[in-house]
């Protein structure tokens, strides 16, 4: 029997380790990872600060995800025994915890230096990208704008 994993996005096979990063975006990026396995939901705040741009067919050439930094000494409960879920976060573990290490280190420096800061991390208002991607469609004079990926950066930027 294949495993297959449900979510608002439909259901799907877990499929080859070729979809990685689809299942990254999937998992930890459009949907809620805190979320039980009965009842997944769609990260609506990671959606509300993410971007997509589209070419004139409706196909993403482009997309940021930005999730809010939570407190650094708070560590998310993931979704239990949930083996998408388990597979792909120890497979990237080498990889998350050295972002994370990153994170921390720079939210610590930036914190002690600037008081506005630290406030608005305290209160939530402080959000990073977790994934950048563009397709080789992406027209080379949109390239460096599109590194950005904020809000505005490019013309045809979609929600």
């Known amino acids: ?20 990063m689809y299942w990254i975006v999937r998992l930890t990026a459009l949907t809620d990872p805190t979320s039980p396995t009965g009842a997944i939901e769609v990260d609506e705040v990671t959606l509300a600060q993410s971007f997509a741009a589209l070419d ?18 708070v560590e998310p409960q993931l979704r239990e025994d949930y083996p998408f879920l388990d597979t792909i976060i ?8 050295a972002l994370g290490a990153q994170d921390a280190t720079a939210l610590t420096a930036i914190s002690e230096r600037y008081q506005e800061f630290r406030e608005a991390h305290a209160q ?14 992406l027209p080379e004079s ?14 045809d930027a979609r929600l």
């Open 90 to 97: 120890s497979v990237w573990e080498p990889v998350y915890g």
């Open 142 to 155: 949109e390239r460096l704008r599109a590194r950005g990926c904020g809000r505005g950066a490019l013309p």
């Open 56 to 73: 004139g067919e409706g196909r993403v050439i482009c997309a940021a995800f930005n999730k809010t930094m939570g407190p650094l000494d």
């Open 124 to 137: 939530g208002k402080v959000s990073h990208h977790i994934l950048i991607a563009r397709s080789d469609d």
């Open 1 to 20: 029997m294949e495993a297959r994993h449900t979510d608002p996005f439909g259901t799907d096979p877990f499929g080859s380790w070729e979809t990685q």
